[in-house]
């Protein structure tokens, strides 16, 4: 019998993260604080990052390649965790440059590392774009890496399939029998699909398609899901029904965010005191609240993959939005 390989990764992300009870509107549920992985609050990408910068580490790069929209977490946090390591990188955006640039697109200039952006239709050939300068650098003696959008591979999924066992370490699958989270790249998704067939946790994993329609995040959770069970060997055979996708939580767009979306993560700061960011964890949560929150104990976990500063990009808007009064 073939043996499962486990890829191996380096140390960045504050983990375990805390699994907290939180109650609003009268209900009470639990929360995986996924915003508190550190790296400069970095999310859920950090935890693919331990394992997307293994090699690159190991093996001196000069310079990472990746992408993402211009107010990308994750182009953001793959930059930190990689000048934490000691290496350059170099970002390809979806959008435009701004001498205001505020949220992440602020960070990416405070760090000073390399931008370049790119149309819509562009970013349609992010990865050929890429290619092509990771090969002309190459030519010029430089050792370059590149992640792909959201740090979704077979490989980044680790992060996630890891995170089960974190969770199941946490005895969390003891109330919970359902995990529910956004999803942009699918990576995330797909790495809580594997780690629980991995870990023989009978989960429903419920994503909310930010980014892509539903049929196409379906399918590039399955594929990337597939691909991590092939590639690493696993001794599993994925069940495609244990994955669902909750659509219609971003038809506003991915770079918008609806006022009832904003009244909600307004309210739910003001009783909690926790921040959701308006690209993913609003929408994530608005899904969780229109679903869940209807009985009084969810069995479903709400993953907070972080995003803090989108906030900031948005700043208008979520002044403009009401004010509660006490
Ligand atoms: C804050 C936040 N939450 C969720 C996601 C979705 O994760 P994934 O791309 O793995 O689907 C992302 C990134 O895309 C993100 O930045």
Known sequence: MKTQL????????????????????????FIKRDDFTGMETSG????????????????????????????????RATAFAAASLGMKSKLFLWGKNSSNADGNLFLDKVLGCELRFLSKNEFGNA????????????KKGKKVFLIPEGGSSPLG????????????????????????????????SAGLLVGSLLFNQNLKILAVNVLYPKDEIRNKIITLAEQAIK????????????????????????????NDKLLLIKKFARHTGIVLDPAYTGKAFKAYYDNFLSVR????????????YGVFSKRKKYLLSFEEKI
């Open 44 to 75: 859920n990408k950090i935890r693919k990052l331990e394992y997307l910068l293994f090699q690159p580490r190991k093996e001196k790069a000069d310079v990472i390649f990746t992408c993402g929209g211009e107010q990308s977490n994750h182009a």
């Open 6 to 29: 486990i890829p191996k990764r380096i140390s960045l992300a504050n983990i375990p993260t805390p699994i907290q009870k939180i109650s609003f509107e009268g209900k009470s549920f």
């Open 157 to 188: 999924i680790w992060g996630y399939i890891h995170a089960i066992e974190e969770m199941q370490k946490q005895n969390i699958f003891r109330r919970c029998n359902a995990i529910l989270t956004a999803s942009g790249s699918g990576g995330t």
């Open 127 to 138: 990865t050929i774009i890429m290619a092509e300068e990771k090969l002309s650098l190459e």
């Open 231 to 258: 590639d690493y060997r696993l001794p599993i055979k994925l069940d495609e029904k244990r994955l669902e996708i909750l659509d219609g939580y971003s038809q506003e767009g991915y770079k918008h965010i609806s």
């Open 297 to 308: 104990t969810p069995k479903t976990l709400f993953i907070h993959t972080g995003g803090l």
